[in-house]
């Protein structure tokens, strides 16, 4: 049975550590009472103690704590108006600022909570059209930074994470997170699924990704599925299951490992276009309206496959030798392209 997702969960500002804080807080309430004891032991001759009548030092500290913890039991009092005029003017304000220390930490988590709930109201009115990553492991991450070097921004990025401590880093990263099975409906929701552009399925095993499969294609339809499997076998399956896009991990790693053995500059060229944003890159977009008509050999750029009803053909194809409009085109992009 899948475990229910918790909240959406957006990347924290740096904040002390907990020790740190609770030390300060300390730190405080002690600086507070010393004090007030100086303050009681400098006007003790105005405090009557209602034992014996003189106010000790001990006295002094034991009047001090009574009375910044609001307890009072009324055994020593300010006798003097100069007693009586320190307590109201300086002793008083301490009291409050030393109950204030006590439950500063309450309130300190009511409000971090209360501004969590707003923030993540905001951040759900105003994300659209954003990436639902399921799985930060290895590969979700790989994910991410190439999602973040092609241009989308970090807040446009949900992770769905099981593990505490990968929900942790994907928040140190900037990440919104969701704690959950990507398995779960519950989950996938509070991802906010229904606004998603696409879903990237980068979970462990292969049985996880086609059930995420099958959940993200029924609660959203029309969303682009982009999954990794393990083995090739089950790669059909996945796209039976909904999957739009299937890439085959061990199959493409024993491919570049063979390749690697005879070419390693064949290898070192094709990791050089998979990484995007330095040397040559791989990219697809759509024509423009003037190379309507013309051969994807005669353009400027250097054209390896057109789109075509969403099947992919090499650019040589007699098929798609002249370009229509609503073709895309799949071209090598060289750094001077890029400054230009």
């Known amino acids: 049975?899948?475990?229910?997702?918790?909240?959406?969960?957006?990347?924290?500002?740096?904040?002390?550590?907990?020790?740190?804080?609770?030390?300060?807080?300390?730190?405080?309430a002690l600086s507070v009472v010393l004090l007030n004891w100086l303050i009681v032991l400098a006007e003790r001759g105005g405090y009557q103690d209602a034992a014996d009548g003189v106010v000790s030092r001990i006295d002094a500290l034991y009047y001090t704590t009574v009375t910044l913890t609001t307890t009072g039991y009324?055994?020593?009092?300010?006798?003097?108006?100069?007693?009586?005029?320190?307590?109201?003017?300086?002793?008083?304000?301490?009291?409050?600022?030393?109950?204030?220390?006590?439950?500063?930490?309450?309130?300190?988590?009511?409000?971090?909570?209360?501004?969590?709930?707003?923030?993540?109201?905001?951040?759900r009115s105003q994300v659209d059209e954003h990436v639902v990553v399921c799985g930060y492991g290895t590969k979700g991450r790989?994910?991410?930074?190439?999602?973040?070097?092609?241009?989308?921004?970090?807040?446009?990025?949900?992770?769905?994470?099981?593990?505490?401590q990968a929900i942790e880093e994907a928040n140190n990263a900037g990440l919104a997170t969701v704690h959950g099975t990507s398995t779960s409906e519950s989950a996938l929701r509070e991802a906010d699924l229904s606004k998603a552009s696409a879903v990237v399925v980068a979970v462990n095993r292969d049985d996880t990704a086609v059930l995420t499969t099958l959940?993200?294609?029924?609660?959203?339809?029309?969303?682009?599925?982009?999954?990794?499997?393990?083995?090739?076998?089950?790669?059909?399956?996945?796209?039976?299951?909904?999957?739009?896009?299937?890439?085959?991990?061990?199959a493409a790693a024993g491919r570049l490992l063979g390749l690697a053995t005879g070419s390693p500059a064949?290898?070192?060229?094709?990791?050089?276009?998979?990484?995007?944003?330095?040397?040559?890159?791989?990219?697809?977009?759509?024509?423009?309206?003037?190379?309507?008509?013309?051969?994807?050999?005669?353009?400027a750029t250097q054209v390896l496959a057109v789109v075509r009803g969403g099947l992919p053909h090499p650019f040589d194809e007699p098929e798609v030798s002249r370009l229509q409009d609503g073709d895309r085109i799949i071209h090598i992009s060289t750094p001077r392209d890029r400054a230009e």
């Open 1 to 28: 049975m899948d475990q229910p997702a918790g909240g959406l969960r957006l990347p924290r500002r740096a904040s002390p550590k907990p020790l740190v804080a609770i030390g300060r807080r300390v730190s405080i």
């Open 74 to 123: 009324g055994d020593i009092t300010p006798v003097t108006d100069s007693a009586r005029l320190v307590n109201a003017l300086l002793v008083t304000p301490m009291r409050l600022i030393f109950v204030l220390v006590l439950v500063g930490t309450t309130i300190q988590v009511l409000t971090e909570r209360s501004r969590e709930q707003f923030n993540v109201a905001r951040w």
């Open 142 to 164: 790989s994910a991410v930074r190439a999602l973040r070097q092609s241009g989308t921004a970090t807040d446009h990025i949900v992770v769905i994470e099981n593990d505490l």
């Open 215 to 250: 959940t993200v294609r029924r609660l959203a339809p029309t969303v682009t599925i982009v999954a990794a499997v393990r083995e090739a076998e089950n790669a059909e399956l996945l796209k039976q299951s909904g999957a739009d896009s299937v890439i085959t991990a061990s």
């Open 266 to 299: 064949t290898v070192a060229l094709v990791e050089d276009m998979i990484a995007f944003g330095s040397g040559l890159d791989l990219v697809e977009r759509d024509i423009e309206p003037d190379e309507i008509g013309l051969s994807p050999r005669s353009l």
